[in-house]
Nanobody, 121 residues
Framework: QVQLVESGGGLVQAGGSLKLSCALSGRTFRSNVIAWFRRAPGKEREFVATVDRSGSNTYYGDFVKGRFTISRDNATVYLQMNSLKTEDTAAYYC????????????????WGQGTQVTVSS
């Protein structure tokens, strides 16, 4: 079992920044691949970024285009989001799995409750 708790969401103006955190606990979190997904109202769940268990290898969704950075430090995974756009408004979820660089939500077994990010124009 792995537990994930997201924090750091909020309301920000377009062009601003937010840093999301995902606190990890449980038996296997140090070995897990961790990913961020997001879901906007009326849209499908969308892959954002993933980091492997070492923290050395990362992979991003095409829409990120250098604006977001995922990192891992001991029992926390971060998502630094810069140059935010209104279309980044969504609930952001972190998740844990075993498949490196997977962009498929079906490969992630454990999920947090999510944190809301709202970007105003």
């Amino acid at each position: 079992q792995v537990q994930l708790v997201e924090s750091g969401g909020g309301l920000v103006q377009a062009g601003g920044s937010l840093k999301l955190s995902c606190a990890l606990s449980g038996r296997t979190f140090r070995s897990n691949v961790i990913a961020w997904f997001r879901r906007a109202p009326g849209k499908e769940r969308e892959f954002v970024a993933t980091v492997d268990r070492s923290g050395s290898n990362t992979y991003y969704g095409d829409f990120v285009k250098g604006r977001f950075t995922i990192s891992r430090d001991n029992a926390t995974v971060y998502l630094q989001m810069n140059s935010l756009k209104t279309e980044d408004t969504a609930a952001y979820y972190c998740s844990a799995g075993w498949t490196p660089s997977s962009t498929a939500w079906q490969d992630y077994i454990y999920w947090g409750q999510g944190t809301q990010v709202t970007v105003s124009s």
